[in-house]
C-alpha cells in the first residue's frame, strides 16, 4: 500500500486478468475477525484503483486520487482524514490492513478485479461495519458478484452514451452531507450511465440526472434516473456515484462537495441517513373495517380528513350512503338528493371509530349525467386552531333543509360546530354559521370543499365553478347559454371568472370567537372595488380562477398555499379550441387568478364564444389582460393578470407545451407537443393536492414518523392509480410563486401502495401528530361507500440515521 501524495499516483494501473476470464465464483467463507466498526479516531481511507483492463496509468485515476487527497486535508479538523491508494488487491486479505480502515473507494475501471478470497475479505470489511464509496466505472467492476452487485446498487446498461455531455441534476436530498450544499439543479458535464435495473426504492437516491436535458441512448431509464445513492448494506455503509467519469470533474468545487459528504459518511465522522426511500421501509395498514350492512358505522363516501393535535383523525363521508340505500332523483320528491354527510373519529388509543354526528345534506342523487348525478354534500372539515381547548369543529357542506325545489338552487354553508372531546359526539345542535352563498344544482358539478388554515388564523376554503362540463366540448367551460330559470349553469365566467362570486374560488376569512368573521389584508379584492359604479367584487376571495379544488393544504412554516384542482374533459388539444384537459397543481404565494375558465397550464388561453351562437369561436382570450364579457356575469369585467401554475397534466403527458405565434397563442397541434415534466401523465385523472411535510426533530419521540429527508417536500397524487402522479416535490422558492416548475420529483407509488388491494382511489392524505401520513381510499365506486372504503396510516420503520451515535469514528453527534 502506497500513502499518494497531491496527483501522484505511487504505482501504476496493475494488468489483471480479463473480466471474462473465470466463471461466476462463489466467494469462500472468511476467517477474518475485523474488529467492529473497522477504523478508529485515526480515520484512514483507503483508494483502490486495480483494474482488470491492461494500460498506461490512468489520468482520471491520478485526478481521483489528488482530489480526495485534497478533501481530506480540507474542512473542520475533527472531519480530516488520511488517504491512501493501492492497486494491489491483496490488501483485501490483509485483517490487519482492513481493520485500520475506516472506508474504502473503488476508484477502478471495472472488471473483475478481485479473487474469490478477495471479495469474501471486502464482505467480511462491510460486515463489521466498514465504509464503500464507489465512483463511475466502479459499477462495473466484479461483475459476476451478486453480492458487490448489492454493495454499488446498479449496474450500467449497454446503449448508453460514450461521450461527454452537459446535463442537468436534480438534487433531491437536502439532508444528506453529499448533498444538501449543492444546487437545487446541478449543471454539469460527465459520462452519464444508464442502469440495467433502476435502484430507486431499493436504494436511497441522493440525486437524479434529467435525461431531457441531454442525449442519453438507446437504454435510457426514464424520468427516474439515479445518479448517486446509499443505504446500509450488509453491516456497513454504501456510497455510489455515477458521476465523475471525467479528470474535470474532480476539479470541480461541487463535486468535490459531493464526494466530502458521501466520505464523511461512510468513514463514520458524520451520521447520515440513507433509508429514508427504501420502500422496504414503510408499512401502510388499513385502520378501518368494511362498514356492518346497511350502515356507514365505520366511514361514509370519504370526501376529506384532518388530524387532531392528540393523535385522532375526524373524517367525513359526502352524502352517498351504500348501493343498499334508494337514490331519489325525482324533483317532485320533497327528499330528492337527501343524504347524511357523517363525521367519523378515528382514536389511535382505542383503534375504535366512532361516529361523531351526521348532517342532513343535499348530496345523493347518485350517478347518471351531469343533470341527474350531484356533487354537494358533506365537502371539508378543519379543526380549530385551539381545538384541544375549545373542540371546535369547522364542516363545509350543503345543508338539504335549504333545497329549493322550484329553482333547483340551494346554499353552501361553512358552520362550526363543538365535538365533545371526552365522548367524540358532535353537538349538532352548537352550529354557528360563518359563511353561506348560493349554488345551482339542476346541473352537477364541481363543488370543491377542501378547507387549511394558516398560521395567523385565517381560514381557507376551496369552492368548486358550480359549472356543467358537458356544454363546452371539454374544452372552457364558457358557454352562456343553457340556463335554468336564469341561472346559467355551463358558463364559469359566472362563477369562477366572476370577481363578485364565491364560486370558483379559494376563500380566505379570519373566524373570530363569536362565531362571525373578518376580512385579512392582502385578498385579491376588498369588496369596495367598484366598476361602472356599483359594488363589482367580493372580499372573501384570495384566488379565483380555478375548477374543481378539492384539496389544498397551508405549510404554516411559510404559509404559503398549496392547491390542485380538476380540469375539463377534452382528451386532447384543439387547434380551434385551445388546450386539452389539465389538471393542475399550483403553489400561491399571494391573493392571484389562476386562469380559469380562460387559460389554463402556464397561460395557455383558451378560445372565447358568446351569444348570439356559442358555437362559433370567437378570439383567444388575453392571459395578461382576461376580460369577462360574459353576459351573466355580474362582477368587474377587466379582470386580474392570469398567474402561470406549477404543474399541469393532460392525457397526453405533464405539463404540454406548444410552439407559440407572435401574440403568444399556442399552436395547440399534437404533433408539436413538447412535455416538461416527463413524470406525469393522466388519463382518466382527478388531481388530489396533499400536504407539504415538516419534520418535528423536537416533539415526543415516535417511531412511526416519517424521516427528515421529505421535510419540506410537497406530495402531489391523483385519485387514479395507474399513470398518475402519485409523488413528492421540491420547487423552487426563487420560481414557485410565479408558476415555475418543479426542479425534483420522485414516484411515492410504492410507499403509498396503489392496486386494487392498496389505496386505489386517493381521496385526501395529511401527516399526523405522530409523522404518519394518513389517507383516505374512496372505494371502489361512485357516490357511495363500499368495502374498500377506508382511513389508511402509512409508517415509517427503518429507524434513525447511521451509523448510531456511539460508533461515530470521533464520538460526535450530527
Known sequence: MATVTAGIVAAGLMSAPAADARPAP?????????????????????????????????????????????????????????????????????????????????????????????????????????????????????????????????????????????????????????????????????????????????????????????????????????????????GGRSFYTGMGGTVSSYDETDFRTHLRGALLWTTRLVQADCKATITGNYKAERLTQPNQPGQNDQIGEPHGLVTAPDGRVLYIGRGGADSSQPVITDWNNPDIGKGKGEIHVYDPKTKK????????????????????????????????????????????????????????????????????????????????????????????????????????????????????????????????????????????????????????????????????????EGNLFTGRETDEGGGKTRGEIYVMGVRNPARIFVDRKTDILYAGWVGPDASAPSTTWGPAKYDTFAVITKASNRGWPYCMGNKQPYRDRNLPDPSKPLGWYDCDHPKNESPNNDGLVNLPPVTGNNIWYSPQGGAPDFPRDANGVPSYKQEESTYLLPWLKGGGQAAMNGPVYRYDAVSATSDVKWPSYWDGKWFVGDFYDADQPRNAVITDPKTHGEGGLPVHSESLKKIVPVGNDGIKNLMDWKFGPDGALYVLDYGRGFFTSDAKSALWRVTYTGGGPTPAADRLARGGTQ
Open 26 to 234: 462463489e466467494p469462500p467463507l472468511t476467517t477474518m475477525s475485523i474488529k467492529s466498526p473497522p477504523g478508529g479516531a485515526n480515520v484512514r481511507v483507503l483508494i483502490f484503483y486495480g483494474s482488470a483492463a491492461a494500460g498506461e496509468e490512468s489520468p482520471l485515476v491520478n485526478a481521483g486520487i489528488a482530489a480526495i487527497e485534497k478533501i481530506g486535508l480540507s474542512g473542520p479538523t475533527d472531519q480530516r482524514f488520511d488517504v491512501e491508494a493501492t492497486n494491489d488487491a491483496s490488501v483485501f486479505t490483509d485483517e490487519t490492513e482492513l481493520g485500520r480502515l475506516n472506508a474504502i473507494v473503488f476508484l477502478t475501471g471495472g472488471g473483475d478485479v478481485l479473487d474469490p478470497e478477495q471479495e469474501a475479505g471486502l464482505e467480511a470489511y462491510m460486515e463489521a461495519g466498514g465504509g464503500f464509496v464507489g465512483i463511475h466505472d466502479a459499477a462495473r467492476a466484479e461483475p459476476y458478484s451478486d453480492w458487490f452487485t448489492g454493495l454499488v446498487g446498479a449496474r450500467p446498461a449497454a446503449g448508453g452514451p460514450t461521450a461527454v455531455q452537459r446535463a442537468v441534476v436534480e438534487v433531491g436530498d437536502r439532508r444528506h452531507p453529499a448533498t444538501k450544499e449543492l444546487p437545487l439543479q446541478w449543471k454539469r458535464p460527465d459520462k452519464w450511465l444508464n442502469w440495467t435495473k433502476n435502484p430507486s426504492g431499493a436504494v436511497h437516491t441522493v440525486a437524479r440526472v434529467r435525461e431531457a436535458s441531454y442525449q442519453p441512448g438507446t437504454s435510457a431509464n426514464g424520468w427516474d434516473h439515479p445518479v448517486s445513492w446509499c443505504r446500509d448494506y450488509d
Open 353 to 520: 371509530v366512532t361516529l361523531a354526528g351526521a348532517l342532513t345534506v343535499f348530496g345523493n342523487k347518485g350517478g347518471g349525467d351531469e343533470l341527474i348525478k350531484v356533487e354537494e354534500g358533506l365537502l371539508g372539515i378543519e379543526l380549530d386552531p385551539r381545538f384541544e381547548e375549545n373542540g371546535w369543529v369547522y364542516l363545509h357542506y350543503t345543508p338539504h333543509s335549504r333545497l329549493n325545489r322550484d329553482t333547483r338552487m340551494a346554499d353552501r354553508r361553512v358552520s362550526r360546530f363543538t365535538l365533545d372531546l371526552a365522548t367524540n359526539k358532535l353537538d349538532l345542535n352548537s352550529e354557528k354559521v360563518l359563511l353561506s352563498w348560493p349554488v345551482q344544482v339542476h346541473s352537477c358539478c364541481h363543488s370543491g370543499g377542501g378547507m387549511t388554515w394558516d398560521s395567523k388564523g385565517n381560514l381557507y376554503i376551496a369552492t368548486g365553478d358550480n359549472n356543467s362540463s358537458r356544454f363546452s366540448d371539454g374544452y372552457s367551460g364558457n358557454n352562456p347559454d343553457p340556463d335554468y330559470k336564469g341561472v346559467s349553469f355551463a358558463d364559469a365566467r359566472r362563477t369562477a371568472g366572476n370577481t363578485n362570486n364565491l364560486n370558483g374560488k379559494i376563500l380566505r376569512i379570519h373566524p373570530e370567537p363569536d362565531g362571525t368573521y373578518t376580512l385579512p
